[in-house]
């Protein structure tokens, strides 16, 4: 199955046709050690607003690592970056609260009802209670979530859940959203519902960085990089790469780089 593509029907914030010229990631160096193990070994790239970039590599290519300094949950041992403007070695805090995050497991809790899950993040995130309350009803409305409103999130379809959770991520209106693996395990047709939600995201200036195991999903970003040992050894986009390594698809360049890779674990 396959999904007509981002550039078919969608206009860059930039309003030029490309990508804005806003670096809402900048990543200079960075580096992480662990005692004598480097996971992540010197890596550079920016990512532009409104982009979808996708962030690929083997288990133990340490893009988890990456993500995780990208997301201020680990202090870069080297290097330096910035995501939605602040420095992820000093402005943890407000790194958190200006990005968006959905794992695959879909970052919800299942003992709590759709709403009650929609007020925690809002809370989490920093919004005010009287906007929580009124996006809350307009999110309802738009996922047509009214007779859904007071059920447990455990008791939703899967589809439901992943849709769900991705509007949690950006339900504060975030610059950046990480998604973790987002549509690991779910059938073809939601994995296509969710692109959907994505260029609908990016139509709104909404940067997304994504990690897939999914090399057909490779194809709708707008710039992939590909780690492999610590270190990205290919980015652009994915017409070009497939270029460069004379490949007919993205999973045979993933391919033609992860053979490379020596280490197992990131």
């Known amino acids: 199955m396959t999904i007509s593509t981002k550039t078919s029907n969608y206009t860059h914030p930039s309003g030029a046709g490309g990508l804005s010229t806003e670096k809402v990631i900048i990543a200079e160096q960075l580096t992480k050690k662990f005692g004598n193990f480097t996971a992540v070994d010197n890596i550079s790239f920016e990512v532009e607003r409104g982009e979808i970039f996708g962030f690929l590599g083997a288990n133990g290519a340490g893009k988890t690592t990456a993500m995780r300094m990208l997301c201020g949950l680990s202090i870069p041992t080297s290097g330096k970056g910035t995501v939605a403007g602040f420095d992820i070695g000093v402005q943890t805090e407000l790194v958190k609260k200006n990005i968006g995050y959905m794992s695959q497991k879909f970052s919800l809790y299942d003992d709590l009802k759709v709403w009650e899950n929609i ?23 738009i996922l047509n979530f009214e007779n859904e409103r007071n059920k447990l999130v455990g008791s939703l379809p899967l589809g439901f859940k992943q849709k769900l959770a991705f509007s949690v991520s950006i339900f504060h209106n975030p610059q950046v959203v990480f998604l973790d693996e987002p549509t690991g395990g779910v059938d073809p047709i939601t994995r ?32 992939v990089s590909i780690m492999v040992d610590g270190r990205i050894e290919a980015l652009d986009s994915p017409k070009n790469l497939k270029k460069q390594f004379e490949a007919k698809n993205m999973d045979d360049v993933f391919q033609q780089l992860a053979r490379k890779a020596k280490r197992v674990d990131s």
């Open 119 to 141: 007020e925690l993040f809002g809370g989490i995130y920093g919004m005010k209670d009287k906007e929580i309350k009124e996006k809350t009803d307009e999110l309802m409305h």
């Open 192 to 223: 296509r519902r969710f692109w959907e939600l994505i260029y609908d995201a990016t139509s709104r200036g909404i940067t997304i960085f994504v990690t897939t195991h999914y090399m057909d999903e490779a194809e709708y970003c707008d710039r």
